[in-house]
């Protein structure tokens, strides 16, 4: 789901405010970030897996906190400050998701869902930082 289905998917069918876009956003971070702690707590304990596993967990819930952080912004600035480290970890949690894919520590099939989440998560904080910026 991205950013404009996000934005159009409130209950009433109108388009969502700001906070609640803000208070969906955060939720879906969140919830990344503890499917990245499910799929951590699964990996093989050989040194690879968890040396790339640890730099997983650190970016994906990174995600979150960023994004939470921004929200409680003091500043314009700081929120897109914010926003833009959010968006940097996410696409590091792609890269993550996409060396244990490629080192054959886990299958495709079962990183499928997290990479596109990861992808989704970047492409929407890219839109809501360029917004930022225009601000």
């Keep these: 789901m991205g950013v404009r289905e996000l934005k ?17 956003f955060k939720t879906r971070t969140k919830s990344y970030g503890l499917r ?19 730099q997983l967990l650190r970016a994906a819930t990174s995600v979150a906190a960023n994004y939470r952080a921004a929200c409680r912004g003091r500043s314009k600035a700081e929120f897109a ?16 998701l996409e060396m244990l894919e490629e080192s054959g520590i886990i299958k ?23 917004n930022a910026a225009k601000k």
Excluded: C, H
């Design 8 to 24: 159009n998917s409130n209950m009433s069918g109108g388009r969502l405010s700001n906070y609640e876009f803000g208070e969906q």
């Design 36 to 54: 990245v702690i499910k799929l951590f707590q699964a990996l093989p304990k050989d040194a690879e897996a968890q040396v790339l596993g640890k």
């Design 81 to 96: 400050a914010k926003v833009g480290i959010a968006l940097e970890e996410a696409d590091e949690s792609l890269f993550w």
């Design 108 to 130: 495709p099939i079962l990183l499928a869902a997290l990479k596109q989440e990861a992808d989704e998560l970047t492409a929407i904080l890219t839109i809501v930082r360029r």
